[in-house]
T-cell receptor, first 112, second 111 residues
Framework: DTEVTQTPKHLVMGMTNKKSLKCEQHMGHRAMYWYKQKAKKPPELMFVYSYEKLSINESVPSRFSPECPNSSLLNLHLHALQPEDSALYLCASSDTGNYGYTFGSGTRLTVV | DQQVKQNSPSLSVQEGRISILNCDYTNSMFDYFLWYKKYPAEGPTFLIS?????DKNEDGRFTVFLNKSAKHLSLHIVPSQPGDSAVYFC??????????FGTGTRLQVFP
């Protein structure tokens, strides 16, 4: 299995909703990432988990809450989002000593 | 502060010809560079990479050149094919595990 799987592929949520994005990889990669991509912009790093511990938080607002239950799973919990948070959210993973990142297909999030 | 820049937002190339995508960076601490291809509503797909200790890496139709003194890298695709039409991002990596993406170049290969 050489893929990063993200669910759901599409999500529409209201500003008062609570939802979660899920990411899964079975490549034994030790690092997992959340990126946010707005239209016609490059992906921007949000969070990095290394060996299941949060190692980088790029000053992301607290309405985004990451969680790494185990080495294969990464969640992003969403609460009280704003319409400007609408974007493609990408999960990625990488292995120690291997600079290749594997990206998931992303979750297209729309906040209404 | 955009540390990785792709100054050409778009590029149009005829099928069979060479596509050259350019990328400039400002941080001399970057030690590894990658190129990704991205279709709309999909995640980036890794294409090719180069370590800062090399100046060229080749993989099939794709070759990446690195000029450290100029802080410049380029991706050459030859021959270009219509299926190569996508947005291409260069990305740079430092020892902090942060992958920094460039602004992207939309490549269109026409018959």
């Amino acid at each position: 299995d050489t893929e990063v799987t993200q669910t759901p592929k599409h999500l529409v949520m209201g500003m008062t909703n609570k939802k979660s994005l899920k990411c899964e990889q079975h490549m034994g990669h030790r690092a997992m990432y959340w990126y946010k991509q707005k239209a016609k912009k490059p992906p921007e790093l949000m969070f990095v988990y290394s060996y299941e511990k949060l190692s980088i938080n790029e000053s992301v607002p607290s309405r985004f809450s990451p969680e790494c239950p185990n080495s294969s799973l990464l969640n992003l919990h969403l609460h009280a989002l704003q319409p400007e948070d609408s974007a493609l959210y990408l999960c990625a993973s990488s292995d120690t000593g291997n600079y290749g990142y594997t990206f998931g297909s992303g979750t297209r999030l729309t906040v209404v | 502060d955009q540390q990785v820049k792709q100054n050409s937002p778009s590029l149009s190339v005829q099928e069979g010809r060479i596509s050259i995508l350019n990328c400039d960076y400002t941080n001399s601490m970057f030690d590894y560079f990658l190129w990704y291809k991205k279709y709309p509503a999909e995640g980036p797909t890794f294409l090719i990479s180069i370590s800062s200790i090399k100046d060229k890496n080749e993989d099939g139709r794709f070759t990446v050149f690195l000029n450290k003194s100029a802080k410049h890298l380029s991706l050459h695709i030859v021959p270009s094919q219509p299926g190569d039409s996508a947005v291409y991002f260069c990305a740079a990596l430092s020892n902090t595990d942060k992958l920094i993406f460039g602004t992207g170049t939309r490549l269109q290969v026409f018959p």
